[in-house]
């Protein structure tokens, strides 16, 4: 991203990149905290979510959004069962529709909860 933008400055660069991926500190994926999740059918295809699991963020009609608008009713209904289901787990979106996670500091606050189960380890 610091390619793609020479003139921001750190902050700017930690707040883009927070909007897609989260902070890069607090990394959720490498803690074993989040995962990336979509539904296939029998076959292994990707059903239709409105876009593919692979789909940049940050795309104009902010499709990747797991509210988005403008949405097909197919790609609505999936995105809604996907939520439902593991939001009944406990599991936590991020924001975009196939970013989840339990136990890091997002799921933390959205949850309530009074700390994170998972965060970095300073090592001596």
Partial sequence: MARSHPTW???????AASRFVSPPDIAPHCAGA???VTL????GRELDMGTSIYAPSEKPDD???INAA???AR???NRALLSYVLSSAGVT???TW???SYGDWYWALRTQQPAALYGPVDMP
């Fill in 9 to 15: 400055q750190a902050a700017e660069l930690r707040e």
């Fill in 34 to 36: 989040a995962v990336d």
């Fill in 40 to 43: 296939i059918d029998h076959l």
């Fill in 63 to 65: 499709a990747c959004y």
């Fill in 70 to 72: 403008d949405l097909t």
């Fill in 75 to 77: 790609a609505s209904t």
């Fill in 93 to 95: 979106n991020y924001g």
């Fill in 98 to 100: 196939w970013h989840w």
